[in-house]
């Protein structure tokens, strides 16, 4: 069975720093295209970051840029999400999704991953 469960999340001062980790069961990153997404209740959900694991390309959504990282260790099947100087307006459940039939580009624009995980809170407040 493909699964994916994410890690890492928790209450955290602003200007510190978490890692998110997705890990894997069923398949290995190799060849895919790995998301970060996160949803505040009652708002939409939002992509944060998307990684082609086969070119490296990456994206991010422009709040969050020099400041999250996102990565994969195929050897460990676990996908990550670094997240440095975090903010109040960062807070929100954070999910990871993954997909082997899609291109990056369609996935940031549509979303349409195949695998997503149940989430992980990430809470920033002093």
């Known amino acids: 069975e493909v699964q994916l469960v994410e890690s890492g999340g928790g209450l955290v001062q602003p200007g510190k720093s978490l890692r998110l980790s997705c890990a894997s069961s069923?398949?290995?990153?190799?060849?895919?295209?790995v998301g970060w997404y996160r949803q505040v209740p009652g708002k939409e959900r939002e992509r944060v970051s998307a990684?082609?694991?086969?070119?490296?390309?990456?994206f991010y959504r422009d709040s969050v840029k020099g400041r999250f990282t996102i990565s994969t260790d195929n050897a460990k099947r676990t996908a990550y999400l670094q997240m440095n100087g975090l903010k109040p307006e960062d807070t929100a459940i954070y999910f990871c999704a993954a997909d082997r039939r899609r291109t990056l580009y369609r996935l940031w624009e549509l979303s349409e991953y195949d695998h997503w995980g149940q989430g992980t809170q990430v809470t920033v407040s002093s």
């Open positions: 069923g398949f290995t990153f190799v060849d895919h295209v």
């Open positions: 990684l082609d694991t086969d070119t490296g390309r990456t």
